[in-house]
């Protein structure tokens, strides 16, 4: 009789404002087609994701810190209650020391009717995580810290570590992705897992309220 294998211990690693994005904002910015599951239990969605070959073991959240703006002056709170909610209750290690940077770029116009032409515009972009999520990535994979990682992510400015990750170092890497379309590590991660069923967000949703270490409780905000 053939023994069963154990599970292959994983690390995971969140590439949050790509993962956020994909699952929780429509295109022009309107609603994602999982918007009404924002209170995400990240362990509890990877392991269903994943399904049961596999053993979670730590879970990285790479981010920036929101900040309130005239349209939406409570984001950052929002925010902040399920990092903390994550922390508590799921023992995600939250990396949030990303910045967004405010920049001008030039481009062609090519609004239907309008005049074409050079248009400058001002836009704003998450600089840092995915370079922590990289650094985690290549320095935990050294030091032996899991069997197989997993990234949440389609950027494909992250398939320079993952490859090395694989190639160099010995360790295979899978990928969770969202997009409707063919992942950008389709040739570089060991498998891509989808990650866009309704039911992963559905079934594994955090607890409404969710008590802290230090006996106070944080609750899902009304909006989610």
Known sequence: MTQ???????????????????????????????????????????????????????IRYFSTKVKPTPNDPDKHLRQDAYFRALAAHSHVDIHSDGQFRKRQKRGRLIQPGAQPGIVRVEVWEEKGADVNL??????????????????????????????????????????????NRRSSFAHTAKHVYRGDKTHFFAKNQLPQTVVLPTGKTVSKPAPW
């Open 134 to 179: 990289a650094s985690w990535l290549i320095y935990e994979a050294c030091q032996g810290a899991f069997e197989a990682a997993v990234v949440v992510s389609d950027d494909s400015d992250l398939i320079g570590p993952v490859k090395m990750v694989q190639e160099r170092l010995g360790k295979d890497v899978f990928v969770i992705h969202l997009r």
């Open 4 to 58: 069963a294998q154990p599970p292959t211990r994983v690390n995971v690693y969140f590439d949050g404002f790509n993962f956020y994005y994909a699952a929780f904002v429509g295109v022009g910015g309107g609603p994602g087609p999982y918007d009404g599951y924002k209170w995400l239990d990240l362990r509890a969605y990877v392991s269903a994701v994943l399904g049961d070959s596999f053993d979670v073991r730590t």
